[in-house]
């Protein structure tokens, strides 16, 4: 860390608590960001992503705890830095535009007192692909051009980090895609760190190099998005993530027993909770081979795969999805099988 | 606050509705009601022009571009723009104060800034000059330290000034809370992560969004400043409104009286058309406030701040209430002045009941017409029907007298008259109260009473109506206050020894008085605090808009 070359991370945060109301409040959270590449800060409402990233922005006071952006302690040891000498950029949920200046002027806006600004300004408007809006007021864009205003806006100034709050929230869902896959080319092209909060978890598993889970206040888990889907490293992170299914199980010497019978896992000893998502299972005829017998009740389809609900002997009901061309009747006995290496064990102890 | 842009914008309405609407034949009636009742309301201005133009083209332009009506309108116009300039940064000083800060005692500092509204011009300047003036209790006060004379700065220009900025900034103030509290916080963050400061951001980010919020109490000042009589009378500063009463009273040709009176109303619908065009130029304001924005700590400043806003209160509201008490304890000791305070208060409201019953009953078709409907001539009809808010009492009455000279003499300066100039002047606020609760009603209510059958008329009795109340008693309470504190047209139109509160307050101040004036004054006073604060003060101050 104290290394004489090396750079400074562009962000470290160490043991940051921020108080804000009864939710939302951010509790001993550590997060250090590198270099370059997007990270996402992803949980429910009120886990206090939001607090957290306002907190880095300057505009929550912390408690107690230190934040510091490229080597210089903006916040904690009693320093603090206000938000506009922090040079963190900022992308609000719905945009935040100055509605009294043109697309021009908000890009601008950062830039005053800059001898080459309008250069900058065009620059940044054309790598943002939206150049031929300039001379528009905010009111006369759609929400998509509006973001797309905000992210070059806050690029404008050459910042260190970008945090995005929730920036794509207030799109609709044929929008939200679409400005997302531009936003994160803008984002790679530019080089630069970015932290973006959501709620949604299938956004920050597609929109992140890093993924990090906070509920209550707390990160529960950073990793790559992978690493995030397929090997959650609790419960509770194995729950937002995704959809699955939870049941209870006993581990004994290195081996789990359940309905969907035994297997091998790296557990300890004693109750635990066996975790399949739904494309873990495959469900085949009662007639081909061995499986746990269930019967199919319901089946959705969703186009290239589809969605089974079955009911097992015992009663619980778990959903396998499978490709769309492969499937059996509803209403039929099937056999439930687990896929090789795919499902985790939690000790419920733990 | 009534202005005549908001005025012409109507809600949307589907085309289906409102083509069934239009072919019933009770909309035609009130439609036909509608427009006398604009008619009526602007018949007095076009007997002004006319009075005007019977002197002939050279008789009329030797008035209106004489030297003395050019001094005129640049004393006129100093003072609108000296009290707009200084009105509008306090009012925004405070506002920003009141809702952005963690002042102590935020919500008590709001409601006290707004309470200037309940005094007539005419008592604020008769308290100001009493405490100011030369002689006056802070010199007397200050002589004991030595302090022998103060610079004569509360006659004249300062002392108009003063007194105006210092009772009409609450016009700026209310609708800059209003419109800070629905500003959406994050532009501010957004300018502060972009790298500009806290003051950078409220001059650049800040301010430009509250224009909109802003300018409509800037009209209010001005069209106020134009039109008062009372305040300039008492610290004799020389405008249009006491130069046309001056006229009047004066000399036996009242031509001059009807001309300058036309270059004021001229005056002041610039004024208004500057307003409109300047709105339209507006971009709205991001409103929707996500996140309440976080108070910022005054720090050290909080002392001084508190003392700002304290002291602001004492010059504008306490001392002049303290003022009054005095002066009415000393002359409750003359019975005659209690007997006098009495009589003029029950002739007071002899004449504000009926106006606000009648302002409201007229509003009804027009906002009726103009809310439903919302077709031009509807629009049209409603527009006109503001002509009151651009017509300074003192012209109003002028105008009046005209009419009723020329077509009616029997009711010249009788009580019917008195009450029609006070409906013609208040009946904008009438009209405004109506139509924003015609315009939150959802017309569903009244298709789902048509759906069961009703007739036009009893829907509008049993469902639109009750639903409306609430509406209507503001509007009409708003009336009913302004006229009660109404001076020059009810000095000009009101039948020989017919006094109201104003009226005693005005001969008592032009006499000097002042024992005699405070009764009235605390009687005026007492009755606008309720209707003040209830109908302006609490509504603009609520925390969440919706």
């Known amino acids: 860390m104290t290394g004489g070359t090396v750079a400074p991370p562009i962000l470290e945060i160490e043991g940051l608590e921020v108080s804000y109301g009864r939710v939302g409040a951010v509790r001993q959270v550590d997060l250090t960001i590198d270099g370059p590449g997007i990270t996402a800060l992803v949980g429910p409402s009120g886990c206090g992503k939001t607090t957290l990233l306002r907190a880095i922005a300057g505009f929550e006071v912390p408690a107690s705890g230190s934040v510091r ?3 210089v302690t903006v916040a904690g040891n009693g320093s603090w830095v206000p938000p506009e000498s922090r040079r963190v950029g900022m992308v609000f949920q719905d945009g935040a535009l100055f509605p009294h200046l043109t697309v021009r002027d908000n890009v601008g806006y950062g830039l005053r007192g800059i001898p080459d600004a309008a250069e900058r300004v065009s620059d940044v408007l054309s790598r943002v692909g939206i150049a031929n809006l300039a001379g528009r007021y905010p009111d006369q864009l759609s929400g998509g051009q509006q973001q797309r205003v905000a992210l070059a806006r806050a690029l404008g100034p050459a910042p260190r980090l970008v945090l995005l709050d929730e920036p794509f929230v207030s799109l609709d869902a044929t929008l939200r895609g679409r400005v997302r896959d531009q936003a994160r080319q803008i984002l790679e092209a530019s080089a630069v760190c970015a932290v973006l909060v959501t709620h949604d978890q299938e956004e920050a598993l597609s929109f992140a190099d890093r993924v990090a889970v906070m509920t209550g206040g707390k990160i529960m888990q950073i990793g790559s998005p992978e690493e995030i889907y397929h090997r959650p490293v609790s419960v509770e992170v194995a729950r937002f993530i995704g959809d699955g299914h939870l049941m209870p199980c006993t581990v004994t010497s290195g081996r789990f027993s359940s309905e969907f019978g035994e297997a091998t896992c790296q557990a300890t000893d004693g109750p635990g909770l066996l975790f399949v998502r739904p494309e873990d299972l495959s469900v085949v005829r009662w007639s ?33 999805r499978s490709l769309s061309s492969a499937t059996v009747p509803v209403g039929s006995p099937v056999r439930l099988t687990l896929k090789e290496r795919t499902y985790r064990v939690f000790s419920s102890s733990g | 606050m009534p202005t005549a842009a908001s005025a012409t914008q109507g809600r949307p309405r589907t085309s289906v509705a409102r083509g069934r609407v239009s072919r019933s034949p009770s ?46 309108t640049v004393r006129t116009l100093g003072l609108v723009f000296g009290v707009v300039a200084t009105a509008t940064p306090l009012a925004v000083t405070l506002a920003w104060v009141v809702t952005r800060t963690d002042l102590p005692g935020r919500r008590f500092w709001a409601a006290t800034a707004a309470l200037p509204l309940v005094f007539p011009s005419y008592v604020a300047a008769l308290t100001f000059v009493a405490s100011f003036g030369p002689r006056g209790y802070l010199q007397r006060l200050l002589e004991d330290f030595g302090i022998e004379r103060l610079p004569d700065f509360a006659y004249g220009f300062s002392g108009a000034l003063l007194v105006l900025t210092l009772y009409t900034y609450p016009y700026i103030f209310l609708l800059t809370v209003a419109g800070l509290r629905s500003l959406d916080a994050t532009t501010e963050e957004a300018s502060r992560s972009l790298g500009c400061g806290r003051w950078r951001t409220f001059f650049s980010a800040v301010l430009p969004q509250l224009l909109p919020a802003m300018a409509p109490g800037a009209l209010l000042v001005t069209l106020y400043t134009l039109a008062d009589f009372g305040a300039v009378s008492i610290v004799r500063y020389n405008t249009f409104t006491m130069a046309i009463y001056n006229a009047y009273q004066a000399l036996f040709d009242r031509s001059i009286a009807a001309s300058l009176a036309t270059v004021l109303v001229v005056l002041t619908a610039s004024f208004i058309v500057l307003e409109i065009w300047f709105l339209s130029h507006l971009r709205p304001a991001r409103l929707g406030a996500s996140r309440p924005a976080r108070a910022i700590p005054l720090g050290k400043w909080r002392g001084p701040v508190m003392a700002g806003v304290a002291g602001l209160s004492l010059i504008n509201v306490w001392v002049p209430v303290a003022v009054l008490l005095s002066w009415s304890v000393r002359g409750l000791g003359r019975g005659s002045s209690v007997a006098e305070a009495g009589w003029s208060a029950l002739n007071s409201l002899g004449v504000a009941l009926p106006t606000a019953v009648l302002a409201v009953a007229l509003s009804l078709p027009i906002a009726v017409w103009a809310v439903r409907v919302a077709s031009i001539p509807a629009r049209v009809t409603q527009a006109l029907s503001f002509a009151g808010y651009a017509l300074p009492g003192l012209v109003v009455g002028l105008a009046l007298v005209f009419v009723t000279l020329r077509l009616i003499p029997v009711l010249y300066q009788s009580l019917t008259i008195l009450t029609a100039a006070y409906v013609i002047r208040f009946l904008p606020e009438a009209i405004s109260a109506s139509r924003s609760s015609l315009a939150t009603l959802a017309p569903t209510f009244e298709e789902a009473a048509k759906a069961l059958g009703g007739s036009p008329w009893r829907v509008f009795r049993t469902v639109t109506l009750p639903l409306i109340k609430p509406g209507l008693l503001a509007g009409s309470g708003l009336v009913f206050l302004t006229t009660m504190k109404e001076l020059p047209a009810t000095l000009i139109l009101r039948p020989t020894g017919f006094d109201t509160l104003a009226t005693v307050i005005w001969s008592a101040a032009s006499e000097g008085i002042y024992s005699r004036a405070a009764l009235p004054a605390i009687c005026l006073l007492a009755v606008s605090f309720f209707p003040v604060y209830l109908l302006i003060i609490r509504p603009s101050l609520r925390e969440s808009p919706s």
């Open chain 1, 69 to 71: 952006i490229a080597g």
């Open chain 1, 288 to 320: 081909q081979g061995r499986g746990v017998p269930g019967t199919v009740v319901e089946r959705r389809f969703f186009g290239h795969d589809v969605l089974d609900s079955v009911v097992l002997a015992s009663g619980l009901r778990v959903e396998v």
């Open chain 2, 27 to 72: 909309l035609v009636f009130v439609a036909i009601l509608a427009v006398l009742t604009a008619a009526a309301v602007n018949l007095p201005l076009v007997y002004l022009f006319l009075r005007a133009a019977q002197q002939g083209v050279s008789g009329y332009a030797s008035v209106v571009f004489s030297t003395s009506t050019a001094r005129l």
